[in-house]
């Protein structure tokens, strides 16, 4: 069986969730490696965690020399990786990064590239065959990469992640970098500060506020508490100073798909609908019944979040007892 | 300086938007527009253009069928100086990197008299939406990618660009020549103005083929891509659900005995 890599998502070390999902997909394809680029010393601590979601082999390759430089470094390493140990796939995260390092990794390889899968199959030999969300969640489509090595990109929650022993081999890579790849410089850097709930893109729940919160979201954090859920916002309520950007879902913010979406206050214009569409429940409160959100929820309240909200999370903490 | 700003000719996003029956978007049969999120990489250009003066040149770069043409003219409304349309039945179904290997050869070749110093993008295409082109771009041209700008800000050569980050707001440098993107956050696209659509038609517009870049018809097109769409389907519509009208707090408790009966408390 051939090897399929796997680039781990974390931050300084700290594994995240959606690298279990890629190698949870990827042991559909072949054997899992990971490739951890980061700190060296972090090493031992990404190996224990991803052996347990399968991987077969770990590639560390330190980032001392390639740190503080955007995507080029890491689109090299990687291109460099792919040659030693030809695999049958790559699997990245579909973050922002991730997706840059697939366009550039594509040119380099001369291979097709897939972004934002859902999900990943094996399907006829092997090859894998990805599903994606498109059209603003309007159409699913089916592809697959028909020259040199299939280069995909996954979304958050494409897959339950799957424990399996893997033997988690550990192999040093160390890269040739070019001065090219080293153009642009990260000048600054500040750590998105902890919000203490779980990642927007991640998240198993995400309870949204819009217009209709009037910019008080107090209810929508306090529900997302009860529910142990992310806090998320539309376009509107970013644009009115409310929210910050990283909060905003939709077209041009961040595209989820919990297995709940709580939409409160937002009418689902086709830009928001684009981000949650494919939301595997869907609730909505909202004032107006007319609200084209209300033709997407499984379960819907007209009447105003700023009573219904406190009256449900009081509820729901009443319950869970 | 000389900037070239890509624009994306897409179908509308509010209109009922289809594929072809060889899985390719159609991009004929929907009215099309100017990508929505490509205005924003204009503005930018025309403010770059602004602060630095009046020898720089804002060249607005389209690839794509006939009808795509509206969209170079938009740019050029809006303030670009020139346009350039590259126009080949063979294009037809290309792949985001066959499109990126159309777009290098096209901003070479705008390029060669006076070399390009910023080619600028926007955050994603409103249909296919990958947001890797310019990446792909920046590899071709060998150049720096200093991408997803909330805000961007130059001295000489110098790009200096503030981004959100995946997790960390970032303050992005490198040195010209570079490719630039930018997002909905980097400030309000302008509307063209009368005496802007008036001005437009007088300037010069450009249309090139394939062979005016030099690339074989066999390099792009749909046989030609990396990538294949096997299939395509309209996702089935959601079933109606329940909706219940709040009246004396009758919405919180249907709403918590929803999510209950859902496992989701």
């Given at each position: 069986m051939s090897e399929v890599l796997v680039v781990v998502d974390h931050v300084d070390g700290a594994v995240k969730k959606p690298t279990y999902e890629l190698l949870t997909i990827a042991k559909r394809l072949g054997e899992p490696s990971a490739v951890y680029i980061g700190p060296a010393d972090k090493a031992s601590e990404v190996t224990d965690k991803v052996k347990k979601y399968g991987a077969e082999k770990v590639y560390v390759v330190d980032d001392a020399q390639l740190k503080?430089?955007?995507v080029a470094p890491k689109a090299e390493a990687l291109a460099q990786l792919v040659e030693k140990a030809s695999p049958a796939a790559i699997l990245i995260p579909s973050s922002a990064e991730g997706k840059e390092i697939g366009g550039r990794l594509s040119i380099k390889l001369q291979s097709g590239l897939i972004t934002d899968a859902v999900d990943v199959q094996p399907g006829d030999g092997g090859a894998p065959v990805t599903t994606q969300s498109v059209f603003a969640g309007n159409f699913t489509v089916q592809a697959k990469v028909t020259q040199g090595t299939p280069i995909i990109t996954v979304k958050p929650n494409s897959a339950a992640p799957e424990e399996s022993e893997g033997a988690g081999a550990v192999e040093e890579f160390t890269p040739t970098i070019?001065?090219?790849?080293?153009?642009?410089?990260?000048v600054a850097a500040q750590p998105r500060q902890a919000t203490g709930r779980p990642e927007l893109t991640e998240a198993a729940i995400v309870v949204s506020g819009g217009r209709g919160t009037g910019g008080n979201f107090e209810p929508i954090e306090a529900l997302a508490d009860a529910l142990g859920a992310a806090v998320g916002a539309s376009r509107a309520a970013v644009d009115s100073g409310w929210?910050?950007?990283?909060f905003q879902v939709g077209q041009t913010g961040k595209t989820v798909s919990p297995q709940l979406y709580v939409a409160n206050g937002i009418s689902g214009a086709i830009q928001h609908r684009a981000g949650m569409q494919t939301s595997k429940t869907i609730v909505a409160v909202n004032k107006?019944?007319?609200?084209?959100m209300f033709e997407l929820v499984d379960f819907g309240v007209v009447g105003d979040l700023h009573t219904v909200l406190p009256a449900a999370t009081e509820e729901i903490n009443k319950r869970k007892g | 300086m000389n900037i070239v700003v890509c624009v994306k000719y897409v179908p509308d996003a509010t209109a009922d938007r289809q594929f072809e029956s060889d899985n390719t978007v159609d991009r004929v049969g929907v009215d099309g527009l100017l990508s929505e999120l490509d205005e924003y990489g204009v503005e930018q250009s025309l403010q770059i253009k602004e602060k630095a003066g009046d020898d720089t040149t804002v060249t607005a770069l389209c690839v794509g069928p006939e009808k795509a043409l509206d969209a170079v003219r938009k740019a050029l409304q809006m303030g670009a100086d020139k346009g350039v349309h590259v126009i080949d039945d063979a294009i037809a179904g290309s792949d985001a990197a066959a499109t990126s290997l159309v777009l290098a050869k096209a901003i070479e070749k705008i390029g060669a008299e006076t070399p390009v110093d910023l080619v600028v993008g926007g955050l994603a295409s409103t249909d296919a939406g990958m947001s890797v082109v310019p990446a792909m771009l920046a590899e071709r041209l060998g150049l720096p990618q200093v991408t997803l700008a909330s805000v961007v800000e130059f001295q000489g050569d110098q790009v200096r660009i503030k981004r959100d980050g995946d997790t960390a707001t970032e303050v992005i440098g490198g040195t010209m020549p570079l490719v630039l993107s930018v997002t909905d956050q980097s400030g309000e696209a302008r509307y063209p103005s009368f005496k802007g659509i008036m001005a437009a038609k007088k300037k010069p517009l450009e249309t090139w083929s394939l062979s005016d870049l030099g690339?074989?018809?066999?390099?792009?097109g749909l046989a030609a891509?990396?990538?294949?769409?096997v299939d395509t389907a309209a996702r089935p519509p959601r079933t109606a659900g329940e909706i219940v009208k709040d009246e004396d707090g009758s919405g919180a408790t249907a709403l918590a005995e929803f999510l209950a009966s859902k496992k989701f408390i």
């Open positions: 503080g430089y955007l070019s001065d090219t790849a080293k153009t642009a410089q990260i929210m910050p950007h990283t107006d019944e007319e609200a084209p | 690339v074989e018809a066999d390099q792009v891509a990396w990538t294949e769409v």
